[in-house]
């Protein structure tokens, strides 16, 4: 996603390697204000090199795990120094640090995208610094962690959600039903980094691949940031259109309560990124469930994903055209 925020332009992207070869081609800007790096997962880091070294970037905003290395050692019952447990987890974070590696040698600065903090015109909504470690700690990644027992009930709760989740496929869909898998999306996925900004009066939230408790931290954060729910405008659907990062109460919460028919004007976008080889999303459900409160749903279904960006630019310049500088870099 591409946001065009006055003079500043933000990159947060699925495949940066479209933008690259676009941007090499059609002379986009040379200079980005902000890059942020969302979450470790290679669909998301993947390529961002390219970025660094094609584009000259104001600041890369990521979160690195070693940053807290003083913090999580107790937990990690293997490690006896904090040094060794940054060299760990280096290790266990190789599309981080090697991003580290290269901003340093570009003499590009690195700032942490935690809660409250202003990346341009957006704000970090979520992962508070607290929650980020948390989630290291409970990450597949990390399994040298000593490890908090499950309660019996706990376990009997879980295998009751599993069996509802099997059964849901056999559901028929009304209007309005919504039946959504009780388990949760990974670790990795709920350290995403979720922004908001307002621009001329446009609620625009960028979830990545958030799911329920960083969907759930960002809500309860909304009014700190001068976030007024339900109610965004537009909307990026997190992970891809899952259904494992959102929920009727997570949607109710933030888009508002499901309508009683589809209404005549849309009341927002809602912008899923999906490639097309990836039949599985996004899921009927989350498609249905934006569609339910009102909300006109954009896929990019493998188109190039660049195109989509300059799709959404091209919108957001049209909305917000008082502020776009009239000499536009962009091929609009
Ligand atoms: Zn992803």
Known sequence: MLAFTGLSVQLEVERPQCVVQHGLTTGNPAFID????????????GGLAAVLESFRVGALWMLRPWLYAEELLPRFARFTSAENLRRRLR????NIASLEELALAKGIPIFEPLQGLRIGAFTVLAPSKNRYIELILSSDRTPEVVPEEETLLEAFTRALGNVAAKAITLVRSAWGAEVFPSDETSAENEMSVVQFALLNGHKILLTADSGRGGLDEAIRYAPFAGLVLPGIDMFQVPHHGSRRNVSTEILNRLLGPILPA???????????????????????AVVRAMQHRGGSVLTTEGKNVYAFSVLSVILWARRFRTFIPSVSPWPV
Not at 34 to 45: E, P, R, S
Not at 91 to 94: H, K, M, Q, R, V
Not at 269 to 280: G, L
Request: proline share 10%; no cysteine; net charge neutral.
């Open 34 to 45: 902000h890059v942020v790096l969302t979450h470790n997962d290679g669909d998301h880091a």
């Open 91 to 94: 290790a266990l974070y190789p």
């Open 262 to 284: 589809t209404p005549v004007v849309p009341k927002f976008s809602a912008f899923v990124s999906s490639a097309k080889a990836d039949e599985a999303h996004p899921r009927k």
